[in-house]
Antibody, heavy 127, light 113 residues
Protein backbone atom coordinates (compact mmCIF):
# COMPACT_ATOMS: atom_id res chain seq x y z
CA UNK A 1 0.00 0.00 0.00
CA UNK A 2 1.60 3.25 -1.13
CA UNK A 3 1.98 5.80 1.67
CA UNK A 4 3.24 9.36 1.66
CA UNK A 5 4.37 11.37 4.67
CA UNK A 6 5.19 15.06 4.78
CA UNK A 7 7.84 16.39 7.12
CA UNK A 8 9.39 19.76 7.87
CA UNK A 9 9.13 22.81 10.10
CA UNK A 10 5.64 23.83 11.10
CA UNK A 11 6.67 27.44 11.66
CA UNK A 12 8.45 29.67 9.16
CA UNK A 13 9.37 33.32 9.54
CA UNK A 14 8.17 35.86 6.97
CA UNK A 15 10.63 36.35 4.09
CA UNK A 16 12.33 33.02 4.81
CA UNK A 17 12.17 29.75 2.86
CA UNK A 18 9.66 27.02 3.57
CA UNK A 19 11.13 23.54 3.08
CA UNK A 20 9.17 20.30 3.17
CA UNK A 21 9.98 16.71 2.30
CA UNK A 22 7.65 13.90 1.30
CA UNK A 23 8.77 10.34 1.98
CA UNK A 24 7.20 7.65 -0.17
CA UNK A 25 6.86 4.12 1.18
CA UNK A 26 5.29 0.97 -0.21
CA UNK A 27 6.30 1.82 -3.75
CA UNK A 28 9.05 3.30 -5.90
CA UNK A 29 9.30 6.98 -6.63
CA UNK A 30 10.92 5.96 -9.92
CA UNK A 31 7.69 4.60 -11.35
CA UNK A 32 7.17 5.77 -14.93
CA UNK A 33 3.42 5.97 -14.30
CA UNK A 34 3.78 8.58 -11.55
CA UNK A 35 4.45 12.20 -11.03
CA UNK A 36 4.76 13.47 -7.46
CA UNK A 37 2.99 16.62 -6.47
CA UNK A 38 2.43 19.28 -3.85
CA UNK A 39 -0.95 20.84 -3.12
CA UNK A 40 -1.82 23.32 -0.40
CA UNK A 41 -4.98 24.37 1.39
CA UNK A 42 -5.21 27.61 3.35
CA UNK A 43 -7.33 27.37 6.51
CA UNK A 44 -10.99 27.05 5.57
CA UNK A 45 -10.20 27.40 1.86
CA UNK A 46 -10.00 25.25 -1.24
CA UNK A 47 -7.17 23.32 -2.88
CA UNK A 48 -4.31 24.92 -4.79
CA UNK A 49 -1.89 22.91 -6.93
CA UNK A 50 1.71 24.03 -6.38
CA UNK A 51 3.64 21.80 -8.74
CA UNK A 52 4.64 18.29 -9.74
CA UNK A 53 7.90 16.46 -10.44
CA UNK A 54 8.75 13.33 -12.44
CA UNK A 55 11.33 10.84 -11.21
CA UNK A 56 13.69 12.07 -13.92
CA UNK A 57 13.49 15.58 -12.46
CA UNK A 58 11.12 17.14 -14.97
CA UNK A 59 8.77 19.63 -13.35
CA UNK A 60 5.49 21.45 -13.83
CA UNK A 61 4.81 24.51 -11.67
CA UNK A 62 1.82 26.73 -11.02
CA UNK A 63 2.72 30.03 -12.72
CA UNK A 64 1.27 31.93 -9.76
CA UNK A 65 4.05 30.50 -7.56
CA UNK A 66 6.70 29.52 -10.09
CA UNK A 67 9.16 32.31 -9.29
CA UNK A 68 9.33 31.19 -5.64
CA UNK A 69 8.93 27.40 -5.86
CA UNK A 70 11.40 24.58 -6.40
CA UNK A 71 10.39 20.91 -6.39
CA UNK A 72 13.04 18.24 -6.55
CA UNK A 73 13.27 14.46 -6.29
CA UNK A 74 15.79 12.17 -4.59
CA UNK A 75 15.29 8.68 -5.96
CA UNK A 76 17.96 7.20 -3.66
CA UNK A 77 15.88 8.17 -0.64
CA UNK A 78 12.46 7.70 -2.26
CA UNK A 79 11.69 11.32 -1.38
CA UNK A 80 10.71 14.52 -3.09
CA UNK A 81 10.89 18.03 -1.70
CA UNK A 82 9.30 21.46 -1.87
CA UNK A 83 10.93 24.83 -1.30
CA UNK A 84 8.97 28.09 -1.27
CA UNK A 85 11.07 31.21 -0.90
CA UNK A 86 10.18 34.64 0.50
CA UNK A 87 7.11 33.39 2.36
CA UNK A 88 4.33 35.68 3.55
CA UNK A 89 1.13 35.18 5.52
CA UNK A 90 -0.51 34.05 2.29
CA UNK A 91 1.67 30.93 2.27
CA UNK A 92 0.24 29.67 5.58
CA UNK A 93 -1.62 26.46 4.79
CA UNK A 94 -1.80 22.72 5.12
CA UNK A 95 0.65 21.32 2.59
CA UNK A 96 -0.11 17.94 1.06
CA UNK A 97 2.13 15.73 -1.00
CA UNK A 98 0.55 13.29 -3.42
CA UNK A 99 1.19 10.60 -5.95
CA UNK A 100 0.00 11.92 -9.31
CA UNK A 101 -1.00 9.46 -11.99
CA UNK A 102 0.84 10.34 -15.18
CA UNK A 103 -1.39 10.74 -18.22
CA UNK A 104 -0.68 10.94 -21.91
CA UNK A 105 -1.36 14.30 -23.50
CA UNK A 106 -0.31 14.15 -27.10
CA UNK A 107 3.32 13.04 -27.29
CA UNK A 108 4.00 14.08 -23.70
CA UNK A 109 3.39 12.37 -20.36
CA UNK A 110 1.97 14.98 -17.98
CA UNK A 111 0.64 15.07 -14.41
CA UNK A 112 -2.92 13.83 -14.10
CA UNK A 113 -5.12 13.11 -11.13
CA UNK A 114 -3.96 12.95 -7.51
CA UNK A 115 -4.33 9.29 -6.69
CA UNK A 116 -2.87 9.07 -3.18
CA UNK A 117 -2.36 11.84 -0.62
CA UNK A 118 -0.27 12.30 2.48
CA UNK A 119 -1.97 13.38 5.70
CA UNK A 120 -0.75 16.95 5.25
CA UNK A 121 1.34 19.22 7.40
CA UNK A 122 0.32 22.63 8.71
CA UNK A 123 2.75 25.46 8.03
CA UNK A 124 2.33 28.70 9.95
CA UNK A 125 4.09 31.91 8.93
CA UNK A 126 4.99 34.11 11.87
CA UNK A 127 7.92 36.00 13.31
CA UNK B 1 -6.02 29.16 -16.70
CA UNK B 2 -9.04 26.85 -16.78
CA UNK B 3 -11.54 27.99 -14.15
CA UNK B 4 -13.58 25.26 -12.49
CA UNK B 5 -16.93 26.36 -11.04
CA UNK B 6 -18.99 24.05 -8.86
CA UNK B 7 -22.64 24.33 -7.97
CA UNK B 8 -24.13 24.50 -5.50
CA UNK B 9 -21.66 25.72 -2.87
CA UNK B 10 -23.51 23.68 -0.26
CA UNK B 11 -26.15 21.02 -0.31
CA UNK B 12 -28.29 19.28 2.31
CA UNK B 13 -29.86 15.97 1.30
CA UNK B 14 -31.86 13.41 3.26
CA UNK B 15 -30.19 10.12 4.06
CA UNK B 16 -30.97 7.61 1.33
CA UNK B 17 -31.77 10.32 -1.22
CA UNK B 18 -29.81 11.30 -4.32
CA UNK B 19 -27.20 14.05 -4.20
CA UNK B 20 -26.00 15.81 -7.34
CA UNK B 21 -23.02 18.16 -7.61
CA UNK B 22 -22.18 20.04 -10.78
CA UNK B 23 -18.85 21.22 -12.13
CA UNK B 24 -18.32 23.49 -15.11
CA UNK B 25 -14.98 24.24 -16.74
CA UNK B 26 -14.23 27.53 -18.51
CA UNK B 27 -12.97 25.56 -21.52
CA UNK B 28 -13.33 22.00 -22.71
CA UNK B 29 -11.25 19.35 -20.92
CA UNK B 30 -12.03 16.74 -23.56
CA UNK B 31 -8.87 15.67 -25.37
CA UNK B 32 -9.96 14.92 -28.91
CA UNK B 33 -7.22 12.47 -29.81
CA UNK B 34 -8.20 9.94 -27.13
CA UNK B 35 -11.78 11.12 -26.42
CA UNK B 36 -11.04 11.34 -22.70
CA UNK B 37 -12.24 14.03 -20.33
CA UNK B 38 -9.35 15.13 -18.09
CA UNK B 39 -11.48 15.59 -14.97
CA UNK B 40 -11.40 14.09 -11.48
CA UNK B 41 -13.57 14.25 -8.36
CA UNK B 42 -12.36 14.17 -4.75
CA UNK B 43 -14.00 13.82 -1.35
CA UNK B 44 -12.55 15.59 1.68
CA UNK B 45 -13.90 14.76 5.11
CA UNK B 46 -13.23 17.06 8.05
CA UNK B 47 -9.61 16.94 9.20
CA UNK B 48 -8.57 14.53 6.45
CA UNK B 49 -6.75 14.83 3.13
CA UNK B 50 -8.79 14.64 -0.07
CA UNK B 51 -9.55 11.19 -1.44
CA UNK B 52 -9.81 10.40 -5.14
CA UNK B 53 -13.29 9.19 -6.11
CA UNK B 54 -13.53 9.47 -9.91
CA UNK B 55 -11.08 10.07 -12.76
CA UNK B 56 -11.51 10.43 -16.51
CA UNK B 57 -14.85 12.01 -15.50
CA UNK B 58 -16.58 8.67 -14.98
CA UNK B 59 -14.09 5.98 -13.88
CA UNK B 60 -14.52 5.03 -10.25
CA UNK B 61 -11.30 4.61 -8.25
CA UNK B 62 -10.76 1.15 -6.77
CA UNK B 63 -12.58 0.73 -3.46
CA UNK B 64 -15.01 3.60 -4.00
CA UNK B 65 -18.62 2.52 -3.40
CA UNK B 66 -20.73 2.19 -6.53
CA UNK B 67 -23.25 4.73 -5.23
CA UNK B 68 -20.73 7.33 -6.46
CA UNK B 69 -20.82 8.01 -10.19
CA UNK B 70 -19.49 10.68 -12.52
CA UNK B 71 -20.84 11.85 -15.84
CA UNK B 72 -20.51 14.63 -18.38
CA UNK B 73 -18.21 15.69 -21.18
CA UNK B 74 -16.53 18.78 -22.54
CA UNK B 75 -17.27 21.53 -20.05
CA UNK B 76 -20.13 20.18 -17.92
CA UNK B 77 -19.78 17.41 -15.38
CA UNK B 78 -21.79 15.87 -12.56
CA UNK B 79 -20.98 13.82 -9.48
CA UNK B 80 -23.95 11.80 -8.27
CA UNK B 81 -24.36 9.94 -5.01
CA UNK B 82 -27.30 7.66 -5.59
CA UNK B 83 -28.25 7.00 -1.98
CA UNK B 84 -26.63 9.32 0.53
CA UNK B 85 -25.08 7.74 3.60
CA UNK B 86 -24.01 9.51 6.78
CA UNK B 87 -20.36 8.79 5.99
CA UNK B 88 -20.67 10.81 2.75
CA UNK B 89 -20.79 14.11 4.65
CA UNK B 90 -17.80 15.94 3.22
CA UNK B 91 -16.63 18.65 0.85
CA UNK B 92 -16.38 17.53 -2.77
CA UNK B 93 -14.00 19.01 -5.34
CA UNK B 94 -13.65 18.63 -9.09
CA UNK B 95 -10.23 19.09 -10.73
CA UNK B 96 -9.07 19.40 -14.31
CA UNK B 97 -5.78 17.89 -15.44
CA UNK B 98 -6.15 18.90 -19.09
CA UNK B 99 -3.63 21.73 -18.91
CA UNK B 100 -1.48 23.38 -16.27
CA UNK B 101 -2.06 25.02 -13.93
CA UNK B 102 -4.15 22.10 -12.77
CA UNK B 103 -7.11 23.70 -11.08
CA UNK B 104 -9.80 22.70 -8.62
CA UNK B 105 -13.36 23.85 -8.17
CA UNK B 106 -14.13 25.86 -5.05
CA UNK B 107 -15.75 22.86 -3.36
CA UNK B 108 -19.30 21.79 -2.50
CA UNK B 109 -20.17 21.08 1.10
CA UNK B 110 -22.57 18.15 1.43
CA UNK B 111 -24.60 17.62 4.59
CA UNK B 112 -27.41 15.39 5.79
CA UNK B 113 -30.80 17.07 6.01
Amino acid sequence: QLQLQESGPGLVKPSETLSLTCTVSGGSISSSSSYWGWIRQAPGKGLEWIGSVYYSGGTFYNPSLKSRVTISVDTSKNQFSLKVSSVTDADAAVYYCARVYAVDTGMVRTPGYFQRWGQGTLVTVSS
Amino acid sequence: DIVMTQSPDSLAVSQGARATINCKSSQSVLYNSNKKNYLAWYQQKAGQPPKLLIYWASTRESGVPDRFSGSGSGTDFTLTISSLQSEDVAVYYCQQYYSPPFTFGQGTRLEIK
